[in-house]
């Protein structure tokens, strides 16, 4: 449970600032107003202590999900946005589940941030959240206000506890899960006990408004609520345990019902803050779609009565039965609302993009690591692969021209060597401060989002694959070290042509440049059908150089071809240069070969160890010789 209890603290992807003025003014306001409340009439204190009941229990149901679900939310959330139909419908289906559209949302904006799904598979699943969430309110209403719920809620914790104790992940899933059902329905059972004792003291109805009036006092009360308990869901259960123990009028219940849906936005909006771009995009589709229907079930208000009068008649459903009479009003507003955003759906996205502009990349700067993606295994994962990428590209483009070669004609060129030959003309380039600018900067933030992650609970594997992948970026960076020290050389010898000296040089250059020209090329090529072979050959043929440079250097400075200081230099950088390619080996290694499938498995079988590597190079040495 103590998860549970530290899932009901603000969001990560609430900034700093921003959980500093809330528990400045927010806490305070929300005590104080709650002592106040207990003060004036003891018997609310049930029915904020029933609230607050069903609220722990929506919390541990999202916990037991999360541990039972081994993240199949995320992984079904990824394949789900193939088309928008797809999208609602895992919408409805999540959130059916779930209970808690809120929860949807912050996956939606994560995953969004860490760019595994489109934005229009984000709204689509947004609108289906709205409709999903619908659900609890005919599950509360069919059930939980007409038998007594709290007889099954005591068994269900009392299991709940065994569960929780196993050692297996499932079974403390399912034990997580089964006591968020029970904290519901128990949460349910003291709201609805709590206002039939309240309105022995005080009778609410005398507050109730009716007209435009009504609809709009009552619309904002709704929204309040809703952004005082993040939960729309708990919300409705509020109004519905309220309008059955008659504390509430039916039209009021309508407005504050339309209400809770503005309000339930505020969950996204938060999770927003800490996103990207693209998740602060679908926290504004969010707000705009739930705001365009609640208008519209503002304004068409009458002819929604009489509908929700004709489809209650139709079904059966009593006339004075008017919980189950919003959880119908309920559903038809909101379908309604996705009804009329769909044919302008492209029209919405045109207007986010245009709205919300994607900021020129800075490359200088961490591109994927945001608040938003650390909530969920998937995201940070993800988003953490495509940082060192990032941190890739920016650094081979410094390797290339730390060497005198223009990147995009390295990658477009035939013959490397004849390129490399070709080019004299030194760059403009203060390697020492693009380094800190252009590689420091992101490889400090990836270590610090690893240091997140290792704070938080995740699975021994993907803990494995976040630090295998810092590892990647430390290799990227002590290669772009190894060809700082290179630089100095570089324009010394291979600006102007000095004869053999020169000529090493150039084959030092050519070597980095073809490598990271085959390692392009692998990233190039699908997932499924990347080959380790070439890794293990181009290894081994640098392990070969490596030995072999001295013999060779030893032999021109015999022949009188190369001098001393020539000589020393060269060692020196051959090393550093060797050294760089052993990096960026390893780190396509570890980056792009999948270990998961059956192709990576058997190359895994034929791939060289460290003693056929060395055999291997002995035997290459042997007969160059």
């Not at 729309?232 to 504050?256: D, P, R």
């Not at 006339?319 to 559903?331: G, I």
């Not at 295994?377 to 483009?397: D, F, I, W």
């Not at 030959?421 to 690893?450: C, M, N, Q, W």
């Amino acid at each position: 449970m103590r998860a549970a209890l530290v899932r009901a603290c603000p969001p990560d992807g609430v900034p700093g600032a921003l959980r500093v003025v809330m528990t400045r003014y927010y806490l305070p306001i929300v005590v104080g107003a709650l002592l106040l409340t207990f003060w004036v009439s003891p018997d609310a204190q049930e029915i904020a202590a029933g609230v607050a009941i069903f609220l722990f229990g929506m919390l541990m149901l999202e916990d037991g999900f999360k541990l039972f679900g081994g993240g199949a939310l995320e992984r079904i959330l990824e394949r789900a946005t193939g088309s928008t139909v797809r999208a609602i419908s895992f919408g409805i289906l999540s959130t059916t589940l779930l209970q808690s559209s809120s929860l949807v949302s912050v996956i939606t904006i994560s995953f969004l941030s860490a760019g595994l799904i489109s934005l229009i598979g984000g709204v689509g699943i947004i609108f289906g959240a709205n409709i999903g969430t619908t659900t609890g309110a005919w599950l509360v209403a069919g059930l939980g206000l007409k038998i007594n719920i709290a007889a099954y809620a005591m068994p269900m914790i009392a299991l709940s506890i065994v569960l929780v104790f196993q050692k297996p992940k499932p079974l403390r899933g399912i034990g997580y899960a089964l006591a968020g059902l029970g904290f519901l329905f128990l949460g349910i059972h003291h709201m609805k006990e709590g206002f039939e004792a309240f309105k022995d003291q005080i009778d609410l109805t005398r507050f109730a408004l009716t007209g435009l009036l009504g609809l709009f006092v009552y619309s904002l009360v709704g929204t309040a609520a809703t952004v005082v308990m993040q939960s729309s869901h708990a919300t409705m259960v509020l109004i519905l345990t309220a309008l059955s123990a008659g504390q509430i009028s039916y039209e009021n219940a309508l407005a504050l019902a339309i209400g809770a849906n503005i309000g339930t936005t505020i969950t996204a909006i938060l999770g927003s803050l800490g996103a990207n771009f693209q998740g602060k995009r679908l926290a504004l589709a969010h707000l705009i779609f739930n705001t365009v229907t609640a208008l519209v079930a503002l304004v068409l208000i009458a002819p929604l009565r009489d509908a929700v009068d004709w489809i209650s008649d139709l079904v059966g459903i009593a006339p004075s039965d008017y919980a189950m009479k919003l959880a119908v009003f309920h559903t038809i507003f909101n379908v309604l609302g996705v009804a009329l955003m769909l044919p302008v759906l492209n029209r919405l996205i045109a207007f986010l993009v245009h709205r919300i502009v994607e900021p020129v990349p800075d490359v200088s700067r961490p591109r994927y690591l945001n608040e938003a993606v650390d909530e969920f295994p998937q995201t940070l994962e993800t988003a953490l692969r495509k940082e060192v990428l990032h941190l890739y590209e920016n650094a081979v483009e410094l390797i290339l021209h730390g060497l005198n070669l223009h990147r995009d004609e390295v990658f477009a060129t035939d013959d490397v060597a004849d390129l490399v030959r070709h080019s004299r003309t030194p760059f403009e380039l203060d390697l020492d401060e693009s380094y800190e600018r252009r590689v420091k900067v992101i490889y400090a933030g990836i270590v610090e989002f690893t240091t997140r992650v290792g704070d938080k609970r995740v699975d021994h594997d993907i803990a494995e694959r976040v630090y295998a992948l810092r590892d990647v970026a430390s290799e990227i960076v002590q290669a772009v070290k190894s060809v700082k020290h290179l630089r100095k050389n570089v324009l010394r010898y291979t600006v102007r042509r000095q004869g053999v000296t020169t000529e090493l040089y150039d084959e030092l250059r050519t070597e980095l440049a073809r490598i990271a020209v085959e390692i392009r090329k692998l990233g190039q090529i699908e997932p499924e059908n990347r080959s380790a072979l070439w890794l293990d050959q181009e290894r081994a043929q640098i392990e070969d150089d490596a030995r072999m440079t001295s013999q060779r250097v030893d032999t021109l400075i015999r022949k009188g071809a190369l001098n001393a200081t020539a000589a020393t230099s060269f060692m020196n950088d051959s090393g550093y240069a060797y050294g760089a390619m052993r990096g960026l080996i390893e780190a396509a290694r570890s980056y792009y070969i999948e270990r998961e499938n059956a192709m990576a498995e058997v190359e895994r079988l034929l791939s060289l160890d460290e003693d056929e590597l060395s055999e291997a190079v002995t035997e290459h040495a042997k007969t160059s010789r």
